[in-house]
């Protein structure tokens, strides 16, 4: 749901508990109606929470990407120390260790972990992935690995 239909929703359920009428005369409907208002809050504050942890882990990817080189990307060519600085490795690390690297750092940002999240975010994870793979496939070519 919308931010905005969260909102509405959380406002109709909460004047429906506490005004005094009432579809069902115990208080049984409102007993519902609390739990569907306790469960869309849960809901709000758990992709919250998704997002502000998404965002850390986004920001302390591009803080170390801009570290290495602000052209990396599609602002620029690749570099190959900026592969290694975007996967997180160091140029002797063995073809192993930059695959786990690269594997690891996918499953984090791959768009598909993060559709549930917001547009922008979205982008972000699938620009992310495509340094990634670039990063990777750069590597592999001067490792001459297949």
Do not use: C
């Amino acid at each position: 749901m919308t931010g905005f239909l969260n909102y509405f929703w959380i406002i109709l359920l909460a004047v429906y508990i506490i005004s005094p009428f009432d579809a069902y005369p115990l208080f049984v409907d409102d007993l519902v109606a609390a739990g569907v208002l306790f469960y869309i809050l849960y809901r709000n504050a758990k992709k919250k929470k998704q997002r502000q942890s998404y965002n850390h882990y986004s920001q302390s990817q591009s803080s170390g990407q801009s570290q290495q080189n602000k052209t990396a990307g599609p602002h620029g060519p690749l570099t190959l120390e900026d592969a290694y600085g975007l996967l997180g490795v160091s140029p002797g690390a063995s073809i192993d260790e930059i695959s786990r690297a690269y594997k690891e750092k996918m499953t984090k940002s791959h768009p598909d972990k993060v559709s549930h999240l917001s547009e922008e975010l979205q982008e972000k994870a699938e620009e992310l992935t495509l340094n990634l793979n670039e990063a990777f496939d750069l590597i592999k070519r001067h490792k001459n690995v297949k």
